[in-house]
């Protein structure tokens, strides 16, 4: 299964990368700051969440949404599903 992981780098986006990739998915980071993506062998999406386009998601089986906000802007969460669900139910993907 090919799944794309928004929030890669965070701490549960990293827990959820190595669980992914131990059952074998095909994994690809979304992250805003491709730098902080440490393991070479992770394929990487260079894209901050609220710039993703539907093109973006084209090809993925399953989205993970492991987006954190910073303190004090809870509401991004929101924001950042909201957006989400908008690109993946016009692709038929599961969001997660």
Known sequence: MKIGII?????AGQEIVKEAQ????EVTAIVRDAQKVTDSSLAV?????FH???EDIKGFDV?????????GKEHLHVEAGKKAD???KKRHLRLV
């Open 52 to 54: 993703l386009q539907a």
């Open 63 to 71: 989205i993970v949404n492991a987006f954190g906000a910073p303190a």
């Open 22 to 25: 131990s059952r074998g998915h």
């Open 45 to 49: 999406l260079e894209k901050d969440v």
């Open 86 to 88: 908008r690109y993946f």
């Open 7 to 11: 929030g890669a780098t965070g701490k």
